[in-house]
T-cell receptor, first 116, second 112 residues
Framework: DADVTQTPRNRITKTGKRIMLECSQTKGHDRMYWYRQDPGLGLRLIYYSFDVKDINKGEISDGYSVSRQAQAKFSLSLESAIPNQTALYFC???????????????FGPGTRLTVL | GEDVEQSLFLSVREGDSSVINCTYTDSSSTYLYWYKQEPGAGLQLLTYIFSNMDMKQDQRLTVLLNKKDKHLSLRIADTQTGDSAIYFCAVPEGSSASKIIFGSGTRLSIRP
């Protein structure tokens, strides 16, 4: 079974609709991340959470919100979707890390979102 | 903040070596990573190097680190069709390893 799962895998929605992307993990990691991937731009961080009570904005948080319902679940919401939010969205997890220590991130399979 | 740059495309002939380059700006980075993304999948850690090393070799993979020039490279020897993927350089932001900054990714295509 996959350690990091994302639902849905594909979604087509219309401009102005609210949509939620969900992420679950069985790795027992405290840290969870949401990224979006656009061709030529790589991965950009939207939000990250270091534990259930800790939520932080990434470099492109405008138009998005998140909820950390439990250690294992981290959801991303688009309150009013717009076409330039069409992208591939990835959830990732990592273990706690001290300064300068190894920090591998484990990625889900991605959600392809199309906003018409 | 940290800035990580890579070229977008690389095409090599099957059996040749592939070299993917990356430059970064933050000199306090400790571990530096290479991730691989196969078609339709998420990213997966391919290899990494600690900043006190100049080179790390793992089977067909060689990672070179030039800290003075802030340059990281990934060499894949005897490139095979299964190596077709997007390769991302990833560097921690600041002295904390908690946030990772990814490059734009280099799409490696293999010619017969």
């Amino acid at each position: 079974d996959a350690d990091v799962t994302q639902t849905p895998r594909n979604r087509i929605t219309k401009t102005g609709k609210r949509i939620m992307l969900e992420c679950s993990q069985t790795k027992g990691h405290d840290r969870m991340y949401w990224y979006r991937q656009d061709p030529g731009l790589g991965l950009r961080l939207i939000y990250y959470s270091f534990d259930v009570k800790d939520i932080n904005k990434g470099e492109i948080s405008d138009g998005y919100s998140v909820s950390r319902q439990a250690q294992a679940k981290f959801s991303l919401s688009l309150e009013s979707a717009i076409p330039n939010q069409t992208a591939l969205y990835f959830c990732a997890t990592s273990d706690k890390t001290g300064t300068g220590t190894y920090n591998e991130q484990f990625f889900g399979p991605g959600t392809r979102l199309t906003v018409l | 903040g940290e800035d990580v740059e890579q070229s977008l495309f690389l095409s090599v002939r099957e059996g040749d070596s592939s070299v993917i380059n990356c430059t970064y700006t933050d000199s306090s980075s400790t571990y530096l990573y290479w991730y691989k993304q196969e078609p339709g999948a998420g990213l997966q850690l391919l290899t990494y190097i600690f900043s006190n090393m100049d080179m790390k070799q793992d089977q067909r993979l060689t990672v070179l680190l030039n800290k003075k020039d802030k340059h990281l490279s990934l060499r894949i020897a005897d490139t095979q069709t299964g190596d077709s993927a997007i390769y991302f350089c990833a560097v921690p932001e600041g002295s904390s390893a908690s946030k990772i900054i990814f490059g734009s990714g280099t799409r490696l295509s293999i010619r017969p």
